[in-house]
């Protein structure tokens, strides 16, 4: 490798040093210093991590020279000493962040892998806050340290270095500033450049320019300026030439073969080094030309992407140059300007492959349109409708993170009132509407609403990476001991919406949000479908009071009639609704009558299911057991094409007597549980009956309440609904398949009703058609608790002396340590009474030789009662064994029969 060329050599400080005027001679002596110390740290300081390419003094002076090349000679010559100083500083200076303090380097190392608890020379709390923001921000999800406990293992320390690199380039521009400002003198001081007491804020402002797009390099930050007398300044000039001249810097010499290999530069960066050594930029008439021989396709793609950077930038800059011409001063002058730009826009490759390879865009790319088509549509979801499960949940986050917010402003103030006292003061509203003949359904939140930034960066960018602001929220919760319940990643929620809508219409503002720059103005953004153009407006803020958002959909008209089983929208709406929406963190009303305006449901924050809506859950449930019961079967379609209708109209009153006489007897107990972390809530309901002798947790319908219904004796009867579970994640229903319902549901003890709630991904990830949760073994765990949970109840309802005790605790598969008491018809005669179960015994109930489980007794006495019995029922045989009991699906009674 040559030695690196100093900055006396280069073009630049040759036309500075020629000029003879006595300020021209100031500017190079203040000018000098400047540039031999950045020629010095950036000879010796290494770069930021081993997978960077060379920032070094020769990198610097390479781009002087492209700087040279850039400038027409004619504006070169006019081009004030001012202008060409601050040219060669951001040339030495723009990239000098690359190669901070190797101290500096190691701490976030350090930070990344254990935090600050055994640093002493550690990162200060901004330092710390801007590596959070950043991971916030990033596809990296980890949470630090990386090492809890022990030593960091190798993987540990592969991440901690790729996050460091990727962090190190992420801030190398505000790097660079950091070290001009803490290295050359400000405004006047001496050693400053002479009569320009800005200098040093142009220098930042060009040097972070070469990271900024077209939007920022065309305000007037930029514009050119007088610099005492008659200099002139031009900063949207200056900005562009380093740009190129720094994206045309592809000498092999940053990536020297020695260096490579003694770095042991990582596989994902390998290409990067290679390339410059197969490519030859040069400028031929009015383009560029690029010659390259690569010898991969690895190597070709990156060759390629090189040649669109280089063309993206000047594309860029004759932008610029057209739009807001460099001739045309913003100060009064005489003649134009001399600035103009005249390097070609046009970059011609040459590539002659090498190896045998043939290049294609050997990538997996999505066809984008399709694609969002996908994720819009119901080959997905299946159902439209879950474009209202996505519209309610993005309400309810936003709504989330205003209680969050409120009750940390509120704490701040010394007071805490609570999430339940804050989540009546917020409202989520939706509203069936008919204008102009087609349906709007319009979702109304007084949430957080969204700025600019967010429409831009995340509403409208499916599957977006995490927000710092929620992020930060969350860390701010939990110090104070609570959590927001939301969420910082973004899926598809928002593109859902066109499953159901041909037009969308967001309206909203931003609240008073502790980490945004407050807006004046709300916003109103308007969109006709997946992949169009939408128009983004300023509107008044003042109709969305302290802040929210209003999102209308404009329903399609294909969805807007009756479905194949004649239910308008309003209907399947309303029953959606009901079976989708579990549990709320506000109010919820909805109003889906369009010829009514008045609301048809309000529910307030918490669990959305009724009294009244379990109460016909669970007779519908028990309704099944008894027409069973009673041989019932005219609730089956085929069933009646053939029963006799007196059957039927029998049965049926005898079904709906039965089933009236248990409902006067039932009554609810309900528990609510949660996990430590307040990441898992569950509700259970429990059932049960107040019988002639005492309480149970069956209904025996043998019990004199009964006898009237003309139910057999001789074959006893109990009844009791079936469990019931329902899952949600973040309070909207999971609709998980059938296997894994019954597993969980096996866990849960028989005639419960379960709500369970999941709000974190410890206990599983729901898969984006929210069809399953990801296993978990935490998620086992808060079953099995709610499971000893629900024991414990019904044992706290059927006490040991209840005649009830022992069924209940068979049909609740639960320990029993009391004495074994059965219902006990006679023999002769009609008499019944509940007493002690004697010996031998058979069993009188039906059952199949696969209807067994294994019951376990707390005593070897109780299992000695169930010796060796042979029962004959049927003309069959069958031997009951010690330590089982068959049972089937139905409770099951002994009665005694006299010694066999």
């Not at 050599?9 to 036309?15: D, P």
């Not at 359904?441 to 990476?465: F, P, T």
Request: aromatic share 8%; hydrophobic share 40%; glycine share 6%.
């Amino acid at each position: 490798m040559p030695l690196p060329e100093p900055f006396k050599i280069t073009e630049l400080w040759k036309t500075l040093a020629a000029r003879p005027a006595e300020l021209d001679i100031r500017i190079r002596v203040a000018l000098e210093p400047m540039l031999d110390k950045a020629e010095m740290v950036l000879r010796e300081g290494a770069p930021a991590t081993k997978d960077f390419t060379l920032h070094d003094e020769a990198h610097a002076f390479r781009v002087a020279q492209r700087m040279h090349e850039i400038i027409n000679g004619e504006v070169l010559e006019k081009l004030s000493s001012y202008e060409l100083a601050l040219l060669l500083l951001s040339a030495y200076l723009h990239d000098i962040g690359m190669a901070p303090k190797r101290k500096h380097v190691e701490r976030h190392r350090r930070h990344l892998l254990r935090g600050d608890a055994e640093q002493t020379d550690k990162l200060n709390d901004a330092e710390a806050a801007e590596v959070r923001k950043f991971l916030d921000n990033s596809p990296w999800n980890v949470e630090l340290p990386l090492v809890r406990d022990g030593k960091a293992d190798e993987a540990a320390e592969v991440l901690a270095n790729e996050i460091v690199t990727d962090y190190c380039r992420h801030k190398h521009n505000d790097w660079s500033e950091a070290w001009i400002n803490e290295n050359l003198p400000a405004g006047n001081a001496d050693h400053a450049l002479p009569n320009y007491p800005g200098w040093r804020d142009d220098l930042i402002l060009i040097c972070r320019s070469h990271h900024y797009g077209y939007e920022h390099l065309k305000t007037d930050k930029f514009l050119p300026t007088l610099v005492w007398s008659h200099h002139i300044v031009h900063r949207r000039y200056l900005a562009c030439v380093l740009r190129v001249a720094d994206v045309l810097e592809n000498d092999p010499e940053r990536t020297p073969a020695v260096l490579f290999e003694h770095r042991g530069v990582r596989a994902s960066s390998e290409v990067y080094w290679q390339k410059d050594h197969y490519l030859n930029v040069t400028r031929d008439g009015d383009h560029l030309a690029v010659v390259t021989e690569p010898t991969s396709a690895a190597l070709e793609k990156a060759v390629r992407t090189t040649v669109e950077w280089i063309e993206a930038e000047l594309r860029l800059c004759v932008q610029l140059a057209s739009e807001l011409p460099f001739q045309n001063a913003s100060f009064s002058t005489k003649e134009p300007l001399p600035h103009r730009w005249d390097y070609p826009a046009v970059v011609v490759p040459t590539i002659n492959a090498k190896g045998g390879y043939v290049y294609i865009e050997g990538a997996f790319r999505p066809n984008t349109r399709r694609l969002l088509e996908l994720l819009s549509g119901v080959e997905l979801y299946q159902n439209p409708l879950v474009a209202v499960r996505e519209l309610l949940q993005n309400a309810f986050d936003a709504v989330r993170e205003a209680i969050a917010v409120k009750r940390l402003q509120e704490i701040a103030l010394g007071e805490d009132p609570g999430e339940d006292d804050l989540a009546k003061r917020f409202t989520v509203d939706l509203r069936l509407e008919e204008r102009d003949g087609r349906l709007w359904l319009i979702c109304r939140d007084d949430g957080v609403g969204m700025n600019r930034r967010v429409i831009e960066n995340y509403l409208l960018v499916s599957g977006s990476s995490r927000r710092h602001e929620i992020e930060e929220i969350n860390r701010r919760c939990q110090v104070q001991g609570f959590k927001m319940g939301r969420t910082g990643k973004f899926g598809i929620g928002a593109l859902s919406y066109f499953m159901l809508a041909d037009r969308v219409e967001f309206k909203t503002a931003r609240r008073n949000h502790p980490l945004d720059t407050p807006e004046t103005d709300g916003w109103h953004f308007i969109t006709n479908g997946v992949g169009a153009f939408g128009e983004l407006r300023t509107t008044s803020r003042y109709s969305l009071g302290d802040g929210g958002c209003e999102v209308t959909l404009r329903v399609r008209k294909e969805l807007s009639g009756k479905d194949d089983e004649g239910k308008g929208l309003s209907e399947r709406l309303e029953e959606y609704l009901r079976e989708t929406v579990r549990r709320i963190p506000c109010r919820l009303r909805w109003s889906l009558d369009v010829t009514k305006s008045q609301w048809t449901e309000n529910i307030a924050p918490g669990w959305t299911l009724s009294d009244g809506r379990r109460n016909g859950l669970f007779v519908h449930g028990i309704h099944e057991s008894v027409d069973s019961i009673l041989g019932l079967k005219f609730r089956d379609p085929f069933a009646t094409l053939t029963a006799p209708r007196n059957e039927i109209a029998a049965l049926s009153e005898k079904s709906e007597k039965i089933i009236d006489a248990i409902i006067k007897r039932t009554h609810w107990k309900v528990q609510e549980i949660r996990d430590k972390a307040g990441d898992a809530i569950a509700r259970i309901h429990m059932p049960w009956f107040n019988l002639v002798a005492g309480e149970s947790n069956v209904v025996i319908l043998h019990d004199s309440v009964f006898a009237d219904f003309g139910i057999d004796l001789s074959d006893c009867q109990g009844v009791s609904p079936p469990e019931k579970l329902c899952i949600s994640w973040r309070g909207m229903d999971l609709d998980i398949g059938s296997d894994e319902l019954n597993q969980l549901e096996s866990i849960i003890p028989r005639g419960l009703m379960v709500e369970v709630d999941f709000s974190d991904e410890a206990y599983g990830s729901p898969t984006v058609n929210r069809g399953s949760l990801s296993a978990s073994e935490r998620r086992l765990s808060f079953f099995q608790q709610i499971s000893a949970s629900g024991s414990a109840l019904a044992a706290g309802i059927v006490l040991p002396h209840s005649s009830y005790a022992f069924v209940s605790a068979v049909w609740n598969d639960t320990l029993w340590s009391g004495p074994v008491t059965w219902y006990q018809p006679e023999l002769v005669g009609t008499g019944s009474s509940w007493a002690p179960l004697q010996y031998p015994a058979i069993l009188t109930q039906r059952f199949h030789d696969d209807d067994s489980f294994n019951f376990k007794f707390n005593s070897d006495e109780q299992v000695d009662l169930l010796a060796k019995v042979r029962i004959a029922r049927e003309g069959r045989a069958y031997n009951l064994e010690p330590h089982t009991v068959r049972i089937p699906d139905r409770v099951c009674l002994y009665s005694r029969v006299g010694a066999l």
